[in-house]
Each structure stands twice: as structure tokens, then as C-alpha cells.
């Protein structure tokens, strides 16, 4: 749901705002794969870039869908896909991806993708 903290001096959804649900989302959904940001297949995940189109307009109190998907595999990462729709009546509020490369957080630089990333990306 927007809060009304998420709110510009616009009085509908900030586009800073929309990062940190991207995150969230991001975060659920690797969850639900059994991963997390610091380990994904035995890697962390770092951002790389981030591509916002805003479509609509979302305001306090509205619930906010956000889909995601991951695709375009590399040696070292991918990309997150995100498309946020407005519950109740579907209005396309944003899309976004960001770029996400496998990174060792303990020796800090970029590692290759793990197999079982490269699998699940193929398969969305």
C-alpha cells in the first residue's frame, strides 16, 4: 500500500519511493526461490543500473502490484524486470529493470553467475 510518507510534494507517489518497492519486491521474490541479496546460488547480488517508466499516477492509500521477472543472463549477472499496476482497476503505474551483477562481498568484486541463476532466467 502507498503511504503517505511515499508521497511527493506532488501529492502522489515519489520516484524515489518507487526504488525501494522495487527493492522489496525484489527481495520477496527471491525469497520465494529461497535466496536472498547476500546469497543467491552461493553469490551476492549487487546493482548495477536502474531504468524507471513512469506510466500513472498512485496515491495514498492505493495497493500497488508489482510483477517481476528475471531474464537476460550474462557471465556476471542479469536483469531484474518490474511492472507495477494499481489494484482495483489495473492502471499501469511504472515499469523498471534494474541490472544486477554476482558480486563476493567478502573479497568485494564481481564473480560469474551461478548456473541455477542462468536456468531460472532462461526459464522467465
Avoid: K
Avoid at 515519489?14 to 541479496?37: F, K, M, P, T
Amino acid at each position: 500500500a502507498v503511504r503517505v510518507t511515499d508521497l511527493n510534494y506532488g501529492g502522489h507517489l515519489g520516484n524515489d519511493r518507487i526504488l525501494a518497492l522495487l527493492q522489496e519486491a525484489r527481495v520477496r521474490y527471491l525469497a520465494d526461490h529461497g535466496w536472498s541479496e547476500f546469497d543467491c546460488a552461493g553469490t551476492g547480488l549487487i546493482m548495477t543500473d536502474a531504468a524507471v517508466q513512469y506510466r500513472g499516477e498512485a496515491f495514498a492509500g492505493d495497493r500497488l502490484e508489482i510483477e517481476v521477472a528475471m531474464g537476460e543472463a550474462a557471465r556476471t549477472g542479469f536483469r531484474f524486470f518490474y511492472r507495477i499496476t494499481r489494484q482495483g482497476d489495473d492502471a499501469l503505474i511504472a515499469v523498471a529493470e534494474t541490472g544486477m551483477a554476482c558480486f563476493d562481498y567478502t573479497r568485494r568484486r564481481v564473480v560469474a553467475l551461478p548456473d541455477e541463476v542462468r536456468r531460472l532466467c532462461e526459464e522467465s
